[in-house]
């Protein structure tokens, strides 16, 4: 093995740099390497002490300062950086050595990628990371995926530096070919969902109900000590107290109305349109940011559309029992649809992802950790066929229970011209999955009126057509 490093990383943004003092900090010797020479620099004097870290300036040097096989983790910008590092190493690497790739890049990508170096010989594996920059540093979640033999090679040292719940350490082999990089993805748009969700009871009970930002911060931290305690809604209530420090102002009241995003939320709204697998929840969420963009435009048409925007007020403990209520079941909807998606994706892709283990992956260290998961965990490994959760009785009546109280705040929401398209699809979401019959057949008779796009009948098999307009 000799005494050359363990791990090397390549890219020193934040990331790079917190997870390579995180292997350190755990024992293993790191090599790293940044395309300019001043952040490897900066980062050596301002941030590394006696870690075993170890410079390179090229990556030759980089390269050599290894020990065999390699063990590479990328840290760079999703995208054609990944490529132009890849072709790179390429000459530099040998057979049995192993590149990870730790950006959110696309899970098509990622399958690319590992054809291309498996060529050569050298493993390859797509690795979600969840955290953040402080995740990063004390322990993220980890979601690889590639082949189970490339796992094996750094299995001990990506749980090492995980984040660890009451299960053990929040990483594990989330299945073959993209499955680790299509983990993340739908994280990444349970969390837009989430955000969401919480923006809009914000909404509610800043325009609504008329409270102050203050109000709404504790009443946040008080769901927060109930089924919706979660990293989301503890940083909502801690976003909203701080204040500028210019004005004394709370800040979120300074920041312009305009959410931006990287493309996992709509990556994984294609995919589900691709798969025809229903996440309404999900997708509203990224066009919830989409309309937000159009600030011109949604001014210059408020000024001419006048709403009667009244105050449901002076607020109550049983409108925010019920605005908690329909928080929960856009939370409860956002993950039957993100799993319902997993669920789909492993079976046309072939990954073998177990969502008991994905789930416990995100139970800490993760963006959307949430007390639901370990309910949630529960419902999947009771019935691991279940694609959805909805056939439990369990997950249905905790659904059940708090759609009145969601659809309450929905028709206040319209009388004060509230928009909540995360909570009105997740509605609509569960109260159309218990339908055992919707208007799809009028729908499927005109398209056969219109098209000779033909039909199913109830009442015998086979498929049928109609000349409907003689």
């Known amino acids: 093995?000799?005494?050359?490093?363990?791990?090397?990383?390549?890219?020193?943004?934040?990331?790079?740099?917190?997870?390579?003092?995180?292997?350190?900090?755990?024992?293993?010797?790191v090599c790293v390497y940044n395309r300019t020479a001043e952040r490897t620099e900066a980062f050596l004097r301002d941030r590394v002490r006696e870690e075993p870290i170890t410079p390179a300036y090229t990556l030759e040097e980089f390269v050599r300062c290894l020990e065999h096989p390699r063990r590479i983790l990328l840290m760079v910008q999703a995208g054609s950086a990944v490529d132009q590092v890849i072709e790179a190493l390429l000459p530099l690497l040998e057979p049995g050595d192993l590149v990870m790739d730790g950006g959110n890049s696309h899970y098509t990508d990622t399958e690319r990628?590992?054809?291309?170096?498996?060529?050569?010989?050298?493993?390859?594996?797509?690795?979600?990371?969840?955290?953040?920059?402080?995740?990063?540093?004390l322990g993220p979640s980890i979601m690889p995926g590639g082949s189970p033999e490339a796992y094996g090679m750094v299995e001990g040292m990506l749980t090492r530096i995980a984040a660890r719940s009451e299960e053990g350490p929040c990483c594990a082999y989330m299945g073959r070919g993209g499955a680790g990089h299509y983990v993340k993805?739908?994280?990444?748009?349970?969390?837009?969902?989430?955000?969401?969700?919480?923006?809009?009871a914000y909404d509610f009970m800043k325009t609504a109900l008329g409270m102050s930002i203050e109000a709404i911060a504790e009443t946040f931290e008080r769901w927060n000590e109930g089924t919706l305690n979660a990293f989301l809604t503890e940083l909502a209530a801690r976003v909203l107290r701080y204040r500028d420090p210019e004005s004394g102002d709370p800040l979120v009241e300074r920041i312009l109305d305009r959410?931006?995003?990287?493309?996992?939320?709509?990556?994984?709204?294609?995919?589900?349109?691709?798969?025809?697998?229903?996440?309404?929840?999900?997708?509203?969420?990224?066009?919830?940011?989409?309309?937000?963009?159009?600030?011109?435009?949604?001014?210059?048409?408020?000024?001419?559309?006048?709403?009667?925007?009244?105050?449901?007020?002076?607020?109550s403990g049983e409108i925010l029992s019920d605005l908690e209520?329909?928080?929960?079941?856009?939370?409860?909807?956002?993950?039957?649809?993100?799993?319902?998606l997993l669920s789909e994706a492993s079976r046309a892709y072939n990954y073998g992802t177990d969502r008991a283990e994905v789930l416990r992956v995100w139970r800490a260290g993760c963006i959307i950790r949430a007390r639901w998961l370990g309910f949630l965990r529960e419902v999947v490994r009771e019935d691991p066929e279940d694609p959805h959760l909805l056939f439990s009785a369990r997950f249905r009546a905790?659904?059940?229970?708090?759609?009145?109280?969601?659809?309450?705040?929905?028709?206040?929401?319209?009388?004060?011209?509230?928009?909540?398209?995360?909570?009105?699809?997740?509605?609509?979401?569960?109260?159309?999955?218990?339908?055992?019959?919707?208007?799809?057949?009028?729908?499927?008779?005109?398209?056969?009126?219109?098209?000779?796009?033909?039909?199913?009948?109830?009442?015998?098999?086979?498929v049928f057509h109609t000349e409907w307009m003689d």
Not at 114 to 137: D, P, W, Y
Not at 188 to 198: C, K, P, R, S
Not at 283 to 307: L, M, N, Q
């Open 113 to 137: 990628r590992m054809q291309r170096l498996a060529a050569h010989g050298i493993q390859f594996l797509g690795v979600g990371i969840s955290g953040g920059e402080k995740g990063a540093l």
């Open 325 to 340: 209520a329909a928080l929960n079941v856009v939370v409860l909807a956002a993950f039957s649809q993100g799993l319902w």
């Open 185 to 200: 993805m739908v994280h990444n748009a349970i969390e837009y969902a989430f955000m969401q969700g919480i923006a809009e």
């Open 259 to 315: 959410a931006e995003q990287k493309g996992t939320g709509r990556w994984a709204a294609q995919s589900a349109l691709e798969l025809g697998v229903p996440t309404p929840t999900l997708t509203a969420a990224v066009f919830a940011r989409t309309i937000s963009h159009f600030k011109a435009d949604r001014e210059r048409i408020g000024a001419t559309f006048p709403w009667p925007d009244r105050h449901t007020g002076p607020f």
């Open 398 to 462: 905790e659904l059940q229970r708090r759609l009145p109280a969601a659809g309450r705040i929905l028709q206040w929401a319209f009388e004060a011209g509230i928009p909540m398209p995360a909570l009105s699809t997740a509605v609509d979401y569960v109260l159309a999955m218990r339908r055992s019959r919707l208007p799809a057949n009028l729908i499927q008779a005109q398209r056969d009126a219109f098209g000779a796009h033909t039909y199913e009948r109830i009442d015998r098999p086979g």
């Open 1 to 29: 093995m000799g005494n050359g490093g363990e791990i090397g990383i390549i890219g020193l943004a934040v990331m790079g740099q917190n997870l390579a003092l995180n292997f350190a900090r755990h024992g293993f010797r």
